[in-house]
């Protein structure tokens, strides 16, 4: 898959809506995200994707596995970064390690559904379905629908959660700011001069 063109889409998650929403909004805005905005959490975010061994923190291999074969289908890579080549899925389990316990729970709740959906569908794990398949499961969750029903409801809530996290870890990153954005790679800061009038001579 070497273009949006061949890539199989799931509704709203398309690398062009997803670049264009992260350009549009910013970091700044997806800070203000429930369960991303805290600052251990926000600074997780830089301390993932260095190119070393990576050791999960708070899931299991299984649960990893699931979870960033959901990420690469949210934000594949093509002429420019993934998710996983970020470290999304590395920034997805560092901050559910730094998350509280209610958090956690629904996060781990929203794998056990996807990996009940897909049993219950297909009798094999999300992972070991073929592409299309595991599409056809996540556009049924996605926000292309308007409503969903009670059986698909904590799975839709779920998917809506890790797409947020994916956008997050993702332009967060100093790779997807580079070649995703074409932004500098360093961030310049200057500090703010305070008022440099003489007392009563402030101009309005």
Known sequence: M??????????????RGVIAAGA???????AKVPGLGGPSVAGAAVAVGDGSTWQPKFLSSQQVELMS????LILPATETPGALD??????????????DSAD??????????MEERSAELHEKRFVELAQD??????????????????ELSTGAAFFTDIKRRVLFGHFT?????VEALGLPAEVRRESL???????GTHRR
């Open 2 to 15: 070497n273009n949006d063109e061949d890539t199989p889409k799931v509704q709203n998650l398309t690398r």
């Open 24 to 30: 549009a909004a910013g970091v700044a805005t997806l």
């Open 69 to 72: 074969r959901i990420c690469d």
């Open 86 to 99: 970020t470290g999304a899925d590395e920034y997805i389990d560092l901050s559910l390690s730094l998350a």
């Open 104 to 113: 956690q729970l629904r996060f781990l709740g929203g794998l056990s559904w």
């Open 133 to 150: 398949q595991q599409i056809a499961l996540l556009r049924e969750i996605s926000d292309e629908h308007p409503m969903h029903s009670a």
């Open 173 to 177: 990153s100093k790779k997807a700011r």
């Open 193 to 199: 001069r305070g008022c440099t009038h003489e007392d």
